[in-house]
Each structure stands twice: as C-alpha cells, then as structure tokens.
C-alpha cells in the first residue's frame, strides 16, 4: 500500500496548493478593499481639497503667492494621482493575468477529472462483467453439485442394486464354461483397465505439469506485483495499472476455474473408474469364490468316484475269481465226464450249459464293469487336467486381483494429490477474490477521493464566481467613480487655468500700477509697502 499513500500526499499537497489559492484570493480581495477604502479616503481628500482650492482661489486676487503654492500643490497631487491610476491599472491587468491563469488551471483539472471519470465507467463496466461471470459461475457451481446429488443417489441405488446382484450371483452355480468365458472376460478387462490406468498415469503427469507451469506463473505475477507496488506513479497511470492488474487477476482467475472444472472432471473420471474396479475386484471376487466352490465340488465328486471305483475293482476281482473258480469246476467235470456213467453226462452236461450261461452273463459283466472303469479312469484324468488349469487361472486371477488392488491404491493415492491440488487452487482462487475485494475497496477509496475533489472543484468555482461577479460590481463602482475623477479633474483644470488668466492679469495690472508709483532714488520701482511705512 506504498503507492496509496504517496497517492494521497499528492493529493493532500494539492488541496494544499488550492487552499493556499484560495488564501491568496482572499488576500487579493481584502488588498482591493483596503485600495478602494485608501482611493475613496483620496477621493473625499482630494474633494476636500477642491473646495479649499476654490476658496483659495478666491483669495488668490489677493494673495498670489498663496495661488503659486496652491497651484505646486495640485500639481503634485495631480503626479501623485496619475501615478497611481497606473499603477491601479497595472495591478488589474496582473490580477486578469492571474485569474486567465487561474481559469486555465481549472480548465486542465476539468480535462483529468473527465478522463478519471471515463477511467471510472470504464473500471464499472469491467466490475459489471466480473460480477456477471462470477454470478455465472455460482449458478455453473450449484449446477455442479445439483448433478453430483443426482450421482450420489444413482450411486447408492447401484450399489443397492449391486448388493441384490452379488446376492443372486451368490445363489448361482455357474458352470464351467461359463466360468472360463467370464475368466477370458476378465482378462481382456484387465488389459483394458491398465490400458485405462496408464492413460490416467500420463494425464496426471500433464496435470502436474500444468500445476508447475502455473506456480511459476504465480510467481512472475508475485514479482510482478512486488515491483508495481514500488513504483511511484499519478493517479491516472495508478488506475491503468489497477485495470492492467484486474485484466491479469481476471486471466488467472480464469485459467484457474477451468482448471479447477479439469480436475474436478478428472477426479470424477477417477471416481467412477474406481467404481468400475471395485465392482470387477467384486465380480473376480465371486468368481473366484464360485472356483472355490466348484473345485471342492469337483474334489468331493472326485473322491466319491475314487470310492465308486474301488468298489468296483472289488467286484471285478470277485467276477475273476468266481470265473476261474467255475473254469476249474468245468476241467474237474470235464475230466470226470470220462469216468462216470451215462446217466451222469445229461445232468452234467445240463450243470455245464448252466454254467456256460452264468460264465457268459459273468464276462458280460464284467465287460460292462471294464467299460465303466476306463470311463472313469478317463474322466478321472480329465478332472485332474482340469483341477490343475483351474489352480494356474487360480493363480493368474490372485495375481491379477492383487494388481488391481495395487492399482487401487496407486489410484487413491493419486485421487488425494488430485483433491490437495484441488485444495491448493481452491485456495488460491480465495486469494484472488480476496485481492479483487482489496482492488475494489481501493477504488472505492480512489472514488471517495475524487469525489471530495470534485465537491472542492464546484465550491472554488462557486467561490470564484461570486468573486468574479464581487469584482465586476467593484470594477464597475471604480469606473463610474474614475469618470467622475476625470469630469472633477478636467474642471480642475479649466478652473486653475482661468486662474491662471486672472493672476496673470492681476500680474499685469500689478506691474502697471507698480510702474505708475515710480521708482526710487536707487532706481528700484516703488512697491504699495513703501506707501504703507
């Protein structure tokens, strides 16, 4: 605040200097009084003098003497008048000097007052267009968070929704195939989300690029700043660097709301990219939990196959048994057959297709046991291939959950820069209202001055004119008491000159007479004294 108060000393150095106008025109005014009350005491002096010169006159037939002394008198007084009609008169022509001068000065304050003024309506109409944008921001800002309720709520009604979902996905029992497609699925998401991740990676280096960019513009505008406040400068150059200032807090007021919407726009982007990770880290949670479940169901399914077919190499083993028993009760019958009667062959014979039947029913069986087992034992290998590639998407999924997780938290983090350079450049937009109010209660103060300025113009032109109309007034009275002056003087003058006539011929008759009287014995004329003694 350097500058204002050199501002207002040069202000208060000016009302001096037309205070001590002022003085110096009421200084003038009571000298030309105290001039006309001295012209008006010479005045009644000099009539005061004229009646005593018109009575001396009439003694000067008596007297001439007396007339010469009173004749040197007037004339002096004459010289004394003349000279100090022109001096009065150089004096006028000084005080018209003065006050053109005066009225020139005026003028001049006129011209700078009108220019502060355009300067003023100018500074309105920028403050008009301030107001405007920061009205129009206000209602872009209550827009804004109108939208993020709308958000919120459709937010919380998805996570509502997300919640019935896992429930039902809970409930579910997908398949295989299905599992493998959602698990081709999540790959190709993953890939898309660190695709995504990379490309937020690389708009939060720019971001950051630009933060810099704009600390060190900040600080050129700091310096900037610092260096017009150490300049010393008038009023009307004040005001053009106060507009160039405002032009400037405008641009970077500016620059920073729109960068304020980019990463409020970013953040957002963020939020619901997050979102979108936490409901597939869900998604990858059930459909591992899912996996879980379907490799314990394929373990128990296994064991439970593992006892079936236990059981049954039990009974083929019995089956074998029972049939190389029954081959060795046929030999034993076929070699019996030989010794034994006839009647015996017909029942053995009949045991020996009975047998044949049950060896052939038995091998039946057996082939079908067989067949059974080889379906098993190939379904066996085909549970355990797919047990292992279940147990490696296992593990691929676990590692891809834990990137995402580390994603996330890289995400987060970023989100927290995010929202703390949001801070920093909400502070600093604080800073620069904060900088327009200080410019604005400045040029309030700037008004108030101009304004008093302005009321002291109009009283010292009010002051003036009354004086102009008093000294006109005077000026008038001095001219019609001049001509009386000049018409009192030339009678004066026609008066002494007759006298003038009279002692000169008075002088003569004098003369004459003297010369009548004669002369002395000396030779010298004779005088009326010599008659008297």
Not at 86 to 104: F, S
Not at 128 to 150: C, P
Not at 178 to 184: D, F, G, N, Q, Y
Not at 405 to 428: D, H, P
């Amino acid at each position: 605040m350097e500058w204002d108060t050199e501002a207002l000393k040069a202000w208060d150095e000016s009302l001096k200097k037309r205070d001590d106008d002022t003085d110096i025109l009421k200084k003038f005014s009571r000298e030309d009084e105290l001039r006309y009350n001295e012209l008006e005491a010479r005045r009644l002096i000099l009539q005061t003098e004229c009646l005593t010169k018109r009575e001396t006159i009439k003694r000067i037939a008596a007297e001439s003497h007396s007339y010469d002394m009173v004749i040197e008198r007037s004339g002096k007084v004459i010289q004394q008048q003349i000279a100090d009609r022109e001096a009065l008169i150089n004096q006028w022509k000084d005080a018209v000097k003065m006050l053109q001068q005066r009225d020139v000065d005026i003028f001049c304050a006129q011209e700078q007052i009108q220019m502060t003024y355009e300067a003023i309506a100018k500074q309105e109409d920028v403050l008009v267009e301030e107001h405007a944008f920061l009205n129009n921001q206000k209602r872009v800002n209550h827009e804004m968070e109108l939208e993020i309720q709308s958000i919120n709520s459709t937010n919380c009604r998805m996570r509502r929704e997300l919640g019935e979902i896992t429930q039902v996905l809970l409930l579910m029992n997908s398949d295989h195939d299905t599992l493998k497609r959602r698990v081709v699925q999540s790959s190709q998401h993953l890939e898309n989300v660190r695709l995504k991740g990379k490309r937020l990676l690389e708009k939060i280096a720019d971001m950051e690029s630009v933060c810099s960019r704009f600390k060190e513009e900040r600080a050129a505008l700091l310096q900037k700043q610092h260096e017009i406040d150490e300049m010393t400068s008038s009023s009307k150059e004040r005001l053009k660097k106060l507009e160039q200032m405002i032009n400037d807090e405008e641009r970077l007021y500016n620059i920073y709301v729109s960068d304020t919407e980019k990463l409020n726009c970013t953040i957002f982007r963020t939020q619901r990219f997050l979102k979108e990770q936490r409901e597939i880290a869900k998604s990858c949670e059930i459909e591992l939990s899912n996996v879980h479940c379907d490799c314990d169901q394929l373990r128990k399914c296994i064991s439970l196959l593992s006892k079936d077919l236990d059981k049954i190499k039990e009974v083929v083993y019995d089956m074998e048994f029972r049939i190389d028993d029954i081959e060795k009760r046929l030999c034993a019958i076929t070699e019996e057959e030989n010794e034994e009667d006839d009647e015996k062959k017909d029942a053995m014979k009949q045991q020996v297709t009975e047998m044949e039947e049950t060896l052939t029913n038995q091998k039946e069986v057996q082939r079908v046991l067989q067949a059974q087992v080889d379906r098993l034992q190939e379904e066996m290998r085909n549970l355990t291939n797919c047990i292992a590639m279940d147990k490696e998407m296992v593990l691929t999924l676990e590692n891809r959950c834990e990137n995402f997780v580390l994603e996330f938290e890289n995400g987060k983090k970023q989100i927290a820069a995010a929202k703390q350079a949001t801070q920093e450049k909400q502070v600093e937009e604080n800073m620069m209202l904060l900088r327009i109010d200080q410019i604005e209660k400045e040029k309030k103060r700037e008004e108030k001055h101009i304004f008093s300025l302005e009321t002291l113009r109009l009283n010292l032109d009010q002051a003036i004119k009354e004086r102009q109309t008093e000294i006109d007034t005077k000026k008038t009275i001095m001219l019609a008491k001049r001509r009386n002056l000049d018409e009192e003087r030339g009678r004066l003058r026609a008066d002494v000159a007759l006298v003038r006539v009279k002692i000169d011929q008075i002088k003569k008759k004098y003369h004459i007479a003297c010369g009548s009287l004669g002369k002395d014995e000396d030779g010298n004329p004779l005088s009326v004294a010599h008659f008297r003694y």
